[in-house]
Each structure stands twice: as structure tokens, then as C-alpha cells.
């Protein structure tokens, strides 16, 4: 893997943002969120200076925002790094000329990016990439969850937890510290950087396409890669719903030919039936889910058949049709 097109860790997230708004002023503008660990949650907006300032950009060209919620899935991280240096300097971070109109991107949408959800939780990564050549699956859940205090494996799942009740052996990096105390899952809780740096972009641009870049393993599964529906996907407008379809098998026939293995229907999320995690999505996303298009893509962590190269291709892929379609619409 070329490491010159895999920036995943903060320190280089935060060196190349900073070239880049030297390199580029007029057409880079940088919000962040700053996080108890003292790192930022960055949102990279991607546009003339002029149609991304201050003021409401509702309606004036079609926006997007696209993220990466979870610290251990940082091919999503690399992806968006890469396709901001398309945007911007017209070559991918290896030097080869931009797979898609980049100039016309630019000039016709307006492209938010979050990067990393969750620095202070990557700072805590292992790795670079997970690969399937150092750690095994069980390993990357104890690293992503932490460690139980009695049997020595995988830590719970919580969307909010507290030092003051909870003493896991080792602290998992998905979750975002808040406080001396507290923690979240950042896509699960409206108090976390990214629901609240989200909140804000979108009462600002009002994006027309929502994108959350996520892994899993496909343990013992045949794919690498696939497409969710929303949680909330069963009660959205007809509109949205039907819009979230068609995008996602875009997505999947796009994968189809470069040759990956995704699951051939879009799936809706797991999570419908589990009535805490519906109430998280919708506290967190309801709102925007009722009137904005999402999806949710999968591509394979942690194992040899999905190497980082191909992480960061069928990342991308996902990213580049997204504006691709936007500018056909636009």
C-alpha cells in the first residue's frame, strides 16, 4: 500500500488540512469541533469561498456531507483525505489526475467532509489499518470496545457511559470522551462532535445527501462490502425512502465492476428492532433522515481478502459516485 495515500491518524489529518489551507484558501473552509482530548473534529468544506462563507447556503447549490463515525474503521478517514486532494488540486495523493469532473464539483456543489468522528479515539489505534496480518477479529473488538473488567474479552456496547459507573480494563476507541467522566458512540448520541458539528453544517447548507463511511469484518460471510438503509428507513417519506434504494444499488453495481463482492441488495439496517438503538438514530439523525437521503457503506476491516488498497478504493468508489450523481442532477 502507498502510505502516501493512506492519512488516517490526526497528526497527518491535521499536517494536510493545514498544506491545504495554505495551497488553497479560497476553496477550502475549515469548521471544527474541539474535543476533551484537546483534538478537533474537523468539517472540510470544499467550494468557492464565495458560496461557502458565512450566511445561510440553503438552496443555492446542492450540498453533501459525508463521515467517518468510528475510530477503528479508518479506510473512510484515508478516502475522504484522498478526494479532497482530487477536489482540490485535481490529483489523487499519489499524483494521478482526478477520477471525475473535479472543477466542476467545485463550482456547482457544496462538499462537507468529516474526516474522523473521533480523533482521540484513533490516537489510541494500534494501527494504521487493520489488514487481518496483526490482530485478529476478537483482538479489533477489544480494541474497539475495551476490555471486561471480568471475563477479559470484548467490553459492551453503549451508546453513553460513565467512568462513575462503569470500569472496563481497557477503554475502547470507538467511543468519544466528553468529559472527565463521560463517553459516547459518536453516531448514537446528539451530544457527540459529529451529531453536533453535522447539526451545524446543515442549518447552514442544507445537504441534499448524507454519507456515513463505516467497516465491519464479514466474518465468515462472502462479501466485502454492502450498503444500509437508515434505521430509520421504514418510517421515512415514500420519497426518501425510494431515493435511498436507487443510490444504493448504484453504489453496489459500481462495486460490481471493479470487481468486489458486495451483498446484491441493499440491506436495511439491523438495528429496527432493538427499540433503545431506534431511539438513539432518531434523536440523533430523525430529523435530517425525514428530508435528506443516507446511506450507510460497509467495506471489510481487519481481513487479507480486503487489503488497504482495496479499503480505500471501495471507499472512494461510494464517495465519487455520490458527487458524480450530484452533478448529473445539478
Not at 502507498?2 to 477550502?28: G, I, K, Y
Not at 440553503?58 to 479532497?84: L, N, Q, S, Y
Not at 479489533?140 to 480494563?169: F, I, Y
Request: hydrophobic letters at 40%; one cysteine or more.
Amino acid at each position: 500500500m502507498d502510505l502516501s495515500r493512506w492519512l488516517s491518524m490526526p497528526q497527518q489529518v491535521e499536517a494536510q488540512v493545514a498544506r491545504w489551507e495554505r495551497e488553497f484558501p479560497r476553496l477550502l473552509t475549515v469548521d471544527a469541533v474541539p474535543q476533551h482530548t484537546g483534538h478537533r473534529c474537523l468539517a472540510l468544506t470544499v467550494g468557492d469561498a464565495g458560496d461557502v462563507g458565512e450566511g445561510p447556503g440553503r438552496g443555492r447549490k446542492p450540498a453533501a456531507w459525508f463521515c467517518v463515525p468510528h475510530a477503528h474503521e479508518p479506510a473512510g478517514t484515508a478516502a475522504i483525505m484522498d478526494m479532497i486532494h482530487q477536489l482540490l488540486a485535481g490529483r489523487d495523493l499519489a499524483g494521478r489526475p482526478a477520477s471525475f469532473d473535479h472543477t466542476a464539483a467545485r463550482r456547482r456543489l457544496v462538499l462537507s467532509f468529516n474526516p474522523d468522528a473521533n480523533p482521540g479515539g484513533r490516537t489510541w489505534s494500534p494501527v494504521v489499518w487493520w489488514d487481518g496480518s496483526r490482530y485478529t477479529n476478537e483482538d479489533l473488538w477489544q480494541w474497539m470496545r475495551g476490555l471486561d473488567p471480568e471475563t477479559g474479552g470484548m467490553w459492551k456496547r453503549v451508546a453513553r457511559w460513565s467512568l462513575r459507573d462503569e470500569h472496563p480494563l481497557r477503554r475502547g476507541i470507538v467511543y468519544e470522551q466528553l468529559n472527565e467522566h463521560e463517553f459516547v458512540e459518536p453516531n448514537r448520541d446528539r451530544g457527540s462532535s459529529l451529531v453536533r458539528l453535522f447539526r451545524s453544517l446543515d442549518a447552514r447548507y442544507g445537504f441534499v445527501r448524507s454519507v456515513h463511511l463505516h467497516q465491519t469484518e464479514f466474518e465468515r460471510a462472502p462479501h466485502n462490502c454492502m450498503v444500509n438503509l437508515p434505521v430509520l428507513q421504514p418510517e421515512l417519506p415514500p420519497a426518501i425512502q425510494d431515493a435511498n434504494v436507487v443510490w444504493a444499488s448504484a453504489t453496489i453495481d459500481r462495486w460490481r465492476a471493479m470487481g468486489a463482492d458486495p451483498v446484491p441488495q441493499p440491506r436495511p439496517f439491523p438495528y429496527y428492532a432493538d427499540s433503545d438503538s431506534v431511539r438513539w438514530f432518531r434523536d440523533s439523525w430523525g430529523d435530517s433522515q425525514q428530508r435528506t437521503p443516507e446511506l450507510l457503506v460497509e467495506v471489510q476491516n481487519n481481513n487479507p481478502r480486503t487489503p488497504p488498497e482495496q479499503q480505500l478504493a471501495l471507499e472512494l468508489a461510494a464517495i465519487t459516485l455520490t458527487i458524480e450523481q450530484l452533478l448529473d442532477a445539478s
